[in-house]
């Protein structure tokens, strides 16, 4: 097989191994918060929404240190052993516990850190400058597939439920614990690069160790000197112009992940006027969020190579597609619907309940998060190509303290609150961007022109 083919059987193995193993998670973050409502027990006092805060928190502060575990372990095995607590968390549920439910939350924050930095460090090591997008496409196309089949079984088990027995969250926490499972072990089918061809420099030769693992770096440098230059090199970049201004979009993703995985689903299955389909819909509206992360990474990576516009017009696209969902959201799900009681809400918003707006916005929620992402993605492994894990892990840092902060205070805000800071915080994070796409499109021009 040729350097590139194995290139991108990497991407779409690395894409598969998400999207089962986020199969299992992505359905229990969507559903955490109704079954802990419907969850009978004296003994439990948790909340869906602390215990994400508490991951993501957790997520933000740990991303300073997981280019050193990746320095150390490689990536392979930072994503097999994060996927392990992942399972862990998702087993909580077959029988909570308060202890048990935000000790794993802690642990699962840290786990992620070092799962998606590895993530990140994988993509950039088994892209070009000329396929970094489609790589960046085909692999959220691949991974938003698990908000599909999770969701359709959720979907199938609870149409019609207005109340979640024991058994019924048994049944779907054993079966998403094997599946994530499942996922942890398909990365080890992930290949070593093949080298590029004469590397001119040192920097170059080392590319195809960060794969698999770090032996021949550390017998010339040590674990504690490897992983202490992993921890400076995220700092430095943390304080880079181009950083700076992409914190701001880092951030709007935060926000944006926390309503779409968490909140939304929250406020549809709290919604009485829905009747009996309003538990069903929770898994339905993740399908059609899927739907339109699937479209989204798709096409985007399909259309790549013919972009000759760049990134903005998809990021401009996300905006918009965002900023209508949000408005047809404010129109048609009551303002108490997040802070809802198990019982569910008895308002009203401006305009009769439709499950039909509800879904289409599912599927704009999806759509706008794919254009945001993909580019994120792009942009970062395309900038910071020689420094991928400590550039991924300040993505990471800034996007999962925003979500920690968005988690919290779904605890307490109304809907419409919720709804104006991320209009507010994405309306600024397109402008950032565009920004640091004009930065980024200078300097190819600019290298180009000096190559001929």
């Known amino acids: 097989m040729s350097p590139e083919g194995k290139a991108l059987l990497n991407i779409i193995i690395l894409g598969l191994g998400f999207m089962v193993m986020f199969t299992a998670f992505g359905t229990c973050g969507n559903i955490e918060q109704t079954v802990i409502k419907s969850f009978n027990s004296t003994e439990f006092h948790g909340s869906g929404y602390t215990s994400m805060a508490i991951i993501y928190a957790v997520f933000s502060a740990s991303n300073l240190i997981a280019p050193s575990v990746i320095a150390v372990i490689g990536p392979l095995l930072s994503l097999f052993f994060g996927g392990l607590v992942y399972s862990a968390y998702i087993a909580v549920f077959i029988h909570p516990y308060t202890w048990s439910f935000y000790t794993f939350s802690v642990l699962l924050g840290i786990a992620a850190a070092v799962l998606w930095t590895a993530q990140g460090n994988l993509l950039t090591i088994n892209s070009k400058d000329s396929t970094i997008g489609r790589n960046s496409g085909i692999f959220w196309a691949l991974m938003q597939f698990s908000l599909f089949f999770g969701n359709l079984y959720i ?3 609870w149409h019609g439920k207005t109340h979640i027995t024991d058994k019924d969250r048994q049944t779907v926490f054993i079966t998403l614990t094997v599946i994530s499972l499942v996922g942890s072990f398909l990365f080890f089918l992930i290949q070593r690069p093949d ?11 080392l590319l195809p160790t960060d794969i698999s693992d770090s032996s021949s770096v550390v017998a010339s440098q040590g674990l504690g000197s490897q992983a202490l ?3 400076k090199k995220s700092i430095q970049l943390a304080v880079t112009k181009e950083m700076l201004l992409l914190s701001i979009p880092f951030a709007y993703s935060g926000l944006e992940l926390t309503f779409y995985s968490g909140v939304y689903g929250t406020c549809l299955g709290a919604m009485s006027k829905f009747g009996g389909d309003a538990k069903g ?8 969020i899927g739907v339109g992360e699937i479209l989204g990474g798709g096409v985007f990576g399909i259309l790549d190579k013919c972009n000759r516009f760049g990134r903005n017009p998809v990021v401009f ?11 047809l959201i404010f129109l048609n799900i009551a303002s108490d619907a997040p802070v809802a009681p198990e019982e569910g809400t008895q308002m009203q918003a401006y305009m009769q309940p439709s499950v039909l707006v509800a879904l289409i916005c599912s599927f704009l929620l999806g759509l706008g998060d794919s254009c945001f992402n993909t580019q994120l993605i792009s942009i970062v492994g395309f900038l910071f190509r020689e420094d991928s894990a400590p550039a991924f892990a300040v993505f990471k ?3 999962s303290i925003t979500a920690a902060v968005a988690f919290f205070y779904s605890n307490y805000l109304l809907l419409q609150w919720q709804l104006l ?7 600024w994070g397109t402008v950032t961007f ?3 796409e004009w930065i980024a499109m200078s300097s190819r021009r600019n290298s180009d022109h000096g190559s001929i």
Request: proline share 6%; no cysteine; glycine share 8%.
């Open 421 to 427: 800071i991320m209009v507010l915080v994405g309306f």
């Open 434 to 436: 565009f920004v640091v």
């Open 229 to 231: 230059d992993a921890f």
């Open 155 to 157: 979907y199938l088990a």
């Open 195 to 205: 080298p590029e061809p004469a590397p001119s420099d040192a920097s170059e030769s």
């Open 397 to 399: 840092f800034v996007q």
């Open 317 to 327: 696209l996300g905006m918009v597609t965002h900023f209508v969902a949000f408005y």
């Open 281 to 288: 819909l929770i898994g339905l509206s993740g399908i059609l």
